[in-house]
Nanobody
């Protein structure tokens, strides 16, 4: 089983920064993607950023230029640096790991962290 441990959430003032970390343990396939989703009150869950084991990234339009996702493959850890935070960034952030099977094309396995609260408020 795969377990995800998140850290770095908290309360920050508008314009401030936070850095989220998510460490994955267990049977992590070499072909994978790690990312962050968020869900604000009354909103549906949305992809914030994702990075593959090959290093390619994708960001939600709302965070481009402000957030940076990175990873340390040897540690199976994903980071997200969040700068210029606004109240609209307030949400529960969930770490996600998607593992791609080497044996079956198109088969993937998703694992989720418990979520960490990010609150941007003065």
């Amino acid at each position: 089983q795969v377990q995800l441990v998140e850290s770095g959430g908290g309360l920050v003032q508008p314009g401030g920064s936070l850095r989220l970390s998510c460490a994955a343990s267990g049977n992590i396939f070499s072909d994978n993607a790690m990312g962050w989703y968020r869900q604000a009150p009354g909103k549906e869950r949305e992809l914030v950023a994702v990075i593959t084991s090959g290093g390619s990234t994708n960001y939600a339009d709302s965070v481009k230029g402000r957030f940076t996702i990175s990873r340390a493959n040897a540690k199976n850890t994903v980071y997200m640096q969040m700068n210029s935070l606004t109240p609209e960034d307030t949400a529960v952030y969930y770490c996600n790991v998607r593992l791609f099977s080497k044996l079956v094309q198109g088969r993937a396995y998703d694992y989720w962290g418990q979520g960490t609260q990010v609150t941007v408020s003065s």
